[in-house]
């Protein structure tokens, strides 16, 4: 199994990014997904999580109402809408999934995609 971030790049404040993540590999489900971040000398955290269904959400203070989670389960794909995005946003934004393999169930991480905003 393996999880792969695109969408990154360098934007300017107020702009917006759309990241996606692809799970691809021997899949028979995946459960909750998230996207995580950790920028430079800080320790990765949440930006935001959601259910196998879609139908709870859940974010970071610092993006609520600006970053929307979703995921298309038909293409195994999960996605971060980024909008008025702030210097702070800056990090390097990683997949994760809890994904049931045959009789194995754990958790991946993907390598991470890039965001930078300039002010």
């Known amino acids: 199994v393996q999880l792969e971030e695109s969408g990154g790049g360098l934007v300017q404040a107020g702009g917006s990014l759309r990241l996606s993540c692809a799970a691809s590999?021997?899949?028979?489900?995946?459960?909750?997904m998230g996207w995580y971040r950790q920028a430079p000398g800080t320790q990765r955290e949440l930006v935001a999580t959601?259910?196998?269904?879609?139908?709870?959400?859940n974010y970071a203070d610092s993006v609520k109402g600006r970053f929307t989670i979703s995921r298309d389960n038909s293409k195994n794909m999960m996605y971060l809408q980024m909008d008025s995005l702030k210097p702070e946003d800056t990090a390097l934004y990683y997949c994760?999934?809890?994904?049931?393999?045959?009789?194995?169930?754990?958790?991946?991480w993907g390598q991470g995609t890039q965001v930078t905003v300039s002010s």
């Open positions: 994760n999934a809890l994904v049931r393999a045959g009789a194995v169930r754990r958790r991946y």
């Open positions: 590999g021997s899949i028979s489900s995946i459960n909750d």
């Open positions: 959601i259910t196998r269904g879609g139908g709870s959400t």
